[in-house]
């Protein structure tokens, strides 16, 4: 680490206590670990020995760490809330990935959303869920009142199965299990298969909130290039072998943040590394039904030997209806059973009924054509329009909703963003979705969201501001 970029405040002393805080509050340092050694940490962060020695002081005093005699240090017992903004990368907050979910969820009328990662009211089916309400309003109590089974609601996940059939995915119902969400699916995942300061890996860039989940469980987070074709194989190979991961969370189908669809030729690579190297991987399908034609699933060439499956309806029917799934090994199944009871307790069955009758009257499949469509054409026109003003797809996407765009050449995104959010426009900034913050000359723009003319007016404003 470079010496000069230790503190803020001009004091390498205030840097040390920073980053031993810092470590502390992402349980990096749990309470009654040791902490480094002053020679080594002084080492690590290219100090003098004194520099460490006083931060040391500073800290016991605080009553941060506390010194044994002849042993060194130690972290007290006190520990610090975990603070998610804290841990990792230290980002300027405006354009911190949960910043970014906080401002497009709590964003009033006037607000314009083309970072967020949902579709407009308007272009979801509110007729059909109104219908299905209805539907249930009038049927047995139980569904409105009444715990699920802990699997989930028997007929949606037979559904289901038929669903991901049609995807070259076979799973029995039993393979199945109801969660409230694709994001309460990976966070079971990562309760049952990491611990704290296992390694998992993440495409990079991905979905940023991959990135705060991850911090959450403390993992160590390992970033693999994402190409049009699927990740980096050789960069892959490398990192599966120097760092030996036990988990490996990317997208099925169409890639977050790029529009990219991993070509069958990566996918099998993929697997025979991971068998190499005994890498467990969670394949995230929740923009399943935005594609025409099905992309490969590590899942379906996989068999659930070693891939799990996770997906929702939240992008496509309703984000109020928090329904999701995650499909795998038998064996595993039940002990996820176990842990959902343990962290949930019942399934969501008003929202499994809800999903059930929105899918199984046709109405769901139509929804989606139309849906496609739309989308496509959204597809071409902003992309022609960002043109226009200067900024460039990176990936012609082959469905979806997003384009990953790059700016002019000498402009910062998140400069751009934070000018735009005082313009009320909320944009997504390619570093919040990159782990290695390569990606600053690149924005993830929602094209359902592009739809108004002041997106683009407020987007050459603020490029023409920050060249000046």
């Known amino acids: 680490m470079d010496s000069r970029d230790l503190s803020t405040d001009g004091t390498l002393v205030a840097g040390v206590v920073r980053e031993i805080k810092r470590r502390v509050a992402a349980r990096m340092l749990a309470p009654g670990a040791k902490a480094p050694s002053i020679r080594r940490f002084a080492e690590t962060m290219g100090v003098s020995k004194s520099t460490v020695v006083e931060a040391y002081d500073r800290l016991a005093a605080e009553g941060v760490i506390r010194p044994r005699r002849g042993s ?18 230290r980002l300027d907050r405006a354009v911190d990935p949960l910043w970014v979910s906080r401002q497009s969820l709590v964003a009033g009328e006037k607000v314009l959303k083309p970072g967020c990662g949902w579709l407009p009211d308007a272009w979801m089916p509110d007729d059909g869920l109104r219908r299905a309400l209805r539907m249930l309003a009038r049927g047995e109590p139980g569904a409105l009142v009444d715990y699920d089974t802990p699997l989930g609601l028997a007929p949606l996940r037979q559904h289901l199965a038929l669903r991901m059939a049609e995807r070259g995915l076979a799973a029995d119902p039993d393979q199945i299990l109801l969660t409230e969400s694709a994001t309460q699916a990976l966070d079971l995942l990562c309760r049952f ?8 890996l993440v495409d990079d860039p991905c979905y940023f909130n991959f990135h705060a989940m991850l911090r959450a469980h403390r993992a160590k987070v390992v970033g693999v290039p994402y190409t049009p074709s699927g990740p980096d194989l050789d960069i892959l190979a490398q990192v599966l072998a120097e760092h030996r991961p036990r988990l490996y969370i990317t997208n099925a189908a169409l890639h977050n943040p790029t529009g990219a669809t991993l070509s069958p030729v ?37 068999g659930f030997a070693r891939v799990v499956h996770i997906g929702s309806f939240s992008k496509t029917l309703s984000a109020a209806v928090r329904c999701g799934f995650i499909a ?20 969501g069955r008003l929202s499994a009924e809800l999903v059930l009758r929105s899918l199984k009257d046709g109405s769901y499949r139509k929804h989606v054509e139309a849906l496609r ?33 790059a700016l002019p050449a000498g402009l910062d995104a998140a400069d751009v963003a934070r000018r735009a959010l005082a313009r009320d426009v909320v944009l997504a900034p390619g570093n919040v979705f990159s782990l290695s913050q390569s990606a600053g000359r690149f924005l993830r723009f929602n094209v359902a969201q592009c739809a108004s003319p002041r997106v683009f007016s407020v987007l050459q404003a603020v490029m023409r501001e920050a060249r000046a």
């Open 266 to 302: 990566v996918a099998h690579r993929v697997l025979k590394l991971a068998e190499l190297h005994d890498l467990t991987i969670v394949e995230d399908d929740i923009f399943a039904d935005f594609e025409d034609e099905p992309a490969p699933r590590l899942a379906a060439f996989d």
């Open 193 to 200: 298969l990491i611990a704290p300061g296992d390694c998992v």
């Open 72 to 89: 060194g240090f130690y972290v007290t017992s006190h520990c610090a809330p975990l603070s998610l903004a804290e841990v990792g990368p």
């Open 373 to 405: 469509r739309r989308l496509a054409g959204a597809l071409v026109q902003t992309s022609e329009r960002l043109h226009d003003i200067g900024i460039v797809r990176s990936i012609a996407p082959r469905g979806g909703m997003f384009l990953w765009c």
């Open 328 to 347: 795998a090994r038998r064996d595993w199944i039940e002990n996820l059973i176990d842990l959902k009871i343990a962290v949930s307790f019942g399934a």
